[in-house]
């Protein structure tokens, strides 16, 4: 479907009689149909710079996989909303990026077994094994300590059979750990008093510490439950939106996907459980899709070292690329640039 839109000419030296073609796709929040028209972040941005240099153009809606093709091939001059790569740059030109964001795995939510699970691992860590093992290490410890001075009084605590004394003496310390047991109200003998002031110290320091690690593990779990490596997404049946930027890195990192030719397709699938358990894209482009139609469904985690640029690319020879260029880096460094994003992004998007 084509859709014509010519900007009046402001100025001769840039613009001219022919129409430039310009490719676009469904891919909110860059460029989506509102209506009879085109809108999103990407859009609004080249009608600024088509406006500035007086640029006539044309849109029409091509498949995002068919788009680098259409480009290299000169069927159309250009499009405002494509991933900056190396193989796709081998053929089109791409302008300076506009805009960054990350690649985003989304998932569904887990159930709540699943999500104490996944507490249970982070708090079984090497960090909390060692900890209680050393509390435990120290009680036992101070407890035999403890019988063996407390054994030699006549009259000392922990009398009885050894089975019966030691437990004394372990629940003694086990009460004593955190300084608010019963030590004061328990007549030992001077020595003994001497090892229980020091065995509080201890405790309270143990304390501490475990109480530290257990904050430390919670909020690490809460970080990397939004976090996921390209190592790990070989464990889901992968959706992935065909001939986006996030295609072509799970494709060059061996990661298999299915591709679907829109994004709603795919995140219908994820919904309906019927192929795929995991959708693979730009954190901006499904954070505002999840927002507004999937709020509350899916669970999404950012993949490292998958930054994506977004740029304008264009057939190779397009006389208009220096001036569209130009004109896109003014409107990208101006002060007001990303309060601008946000009202298509939100602030999480860069």
Same mark, same amino acid.
């Given at each position: ?7 009046? !000419? ?27 028209? +085109? ?20 849109? !029409?809606?091509?498949?995002?996989? /068919? ?25 089109? %030109? ?13 998932? @569904? ?11 249970? @691992?982070?708090?079984?860590? @090497? ?7 050393? $509390? ?16 030699? @009084? ?8 050894? +089975? ?6 372990? +629940? ?30 201890? #405790?309270?320091?143990?304390? !501490?510490?475990?109480?530290? =690690? ?5 909020? $690490? ?20 939106? /065909? ?22 397709? #795919? ?37 490292? /070292? ?33 309060? %601008?994003?946000?009202? +298509?992004? #939100?602030? =999480?998007?860069?």
């Amino acid at each position: 479907m084509l859709c014509s839109m010519v900007v009046p !000419a402001y100025s001769a030296s840039v613009g001219s009689n022919v129409k430039l073609r310009v490719a676009v796709c469904e891919r909110p929040p860059y460029c989506f149909r509102d209506g009879d028209h +085109w809108t999103g972040l990407s859009i609004v941005l080249w009608e600024q710079v088509a406006q500035s240099l007086a640029l006539s153009y044309e849109y !029409a809606e091509v498949p995002l996989y /068919k788009i680098p093709e259409a480009l290299a091939s000169g069927e159309y001059d250009i499009t405002p909303m494509l991933g900056l790569s190396e193989q796709k740059a081998a053929r089109i %030109r791409f302008t300076e990026p506009y805009l960054v964001s990350h690649g985003a795995l989304l998932t @569904r939510k887990e159930c709540v077994v699943r999500e104490m699970m996944t507490l249970g @691992r982070n708090l079984a860590s @090497r960090q909390m094994i060692l900890i209680v093992g050393l $509390m435990l290490i120290g009680m036992l410890f101070f407890s035999i300590i403890l019988l063996a001075i407390e054994r030699r @009084r006549l009259e000392g605590k922990f009398q009885g059979s050894s +089975w019966k004394g030691f437990g004394s003496a372990l +629940w003694f310390s086990a009460s004593n750990m955190t300084s608010v047991g019963y030590g004061d109200t328990t007549h030992l003998s001077p020595l003994s008093r001497v090892v229980t002031f020091f065995w509080m110290l201890f #405790g309270v320091l143990v304390i !501490a510490i475990f109480t530290g =690690s257990v904050s430390s593990s919670l909020t $690490m779990a809460d970080i990397t439950a939004g976090i996921i490596h390209f190592n790990e997404i070989n464990r889901f049946e992968v959706g992935v939106f /065909k001939g986006s930027r996030m295609d072509v890195l799970l494709e060059s990192r061996g990661v298999p996907a299915t591709r679907y030719d829109s994004l709603e397709s #795919g995140l219908e699938a994820l919904r309906a459980r019927t192929s795929i358990s995991a959708f693979a894209g730009d954190e901006v482009s499904l954070g505002y899709s999840v927002s507004r139609r999937y709020a509350g469904e899916f669970h999404m985690s950012l993949i490292p /070292k998958a930054e994506l640029l977004y740029a304008f690319a264009c057939r190779s020879g397009l006389p208009q690329f220096d001036a569209i260029n130009g004109e896109l880096m003014k409107i990208a460094f101006a002060p007001d640039w990303h309060n %601008r994003c946000e009202r +298509w992004i #939100g602030p =999480s998007g860069f």
